[in-house]
């Protein structure tokens, strides 16, 4: 069964820095894209960051582009999301998904975390 845990979620203050992790369970974890995924209340789920299965392709959304870092150690089964430079916008829940497109379309994606929530505070 597949299962993805998201952790490192927290409250900083506009500029500060987090880095989100996700761990993969149950799936052949480095043959799938994975896409970090945000939604803020009241408004509809935001692909942030995709990762190709091998790491060496990447793509962000225009919000976050030079600010965050998406990265993934296939060793662990895990995907990271280094956030620096944080603004109020950027509070939401924050879900990693696992899905066989390469995209930041969260309809192309069945499988997903549980979320971990980050609040951003000016």
């Known amino acids: 069964q597949v299962q993805l845990v998201e952790s490192g979620g927290g409250s900083v203050q506009t500029g500060g820095s987090l880095r989100l992790s996700c761990v993969g369970y149950g799936y052949r974890y480095s043959t799938y894209c994975m896409t970090w995924f945000r939604q803020a209340p009241g408004k509809e789920r935001e692909g942030v960051a995709l990762?190709?299965?091998?790491?060496?392709?990447?793509s962000y959304a225009d919000s976050v582009k030079g600010r965050f870092t998406i990265s993934r150690d296939n060793a662990k089964n895990t995907l990271y999301l280094q956030m620096n430079s944080l603004k109020p916008e950027d509070t939401a829940m924050y879900y990693c998904a696992a899905g066989s497109v390469c995209s930041l379309l969260a309809r192309f994606f069945t499988k997903w975390g549980q979320g971990t929530q980050v609040t951003v505070s000016s």
């Open positions: 990762i190709g299965p091998d790491g060496t392709s990447t």
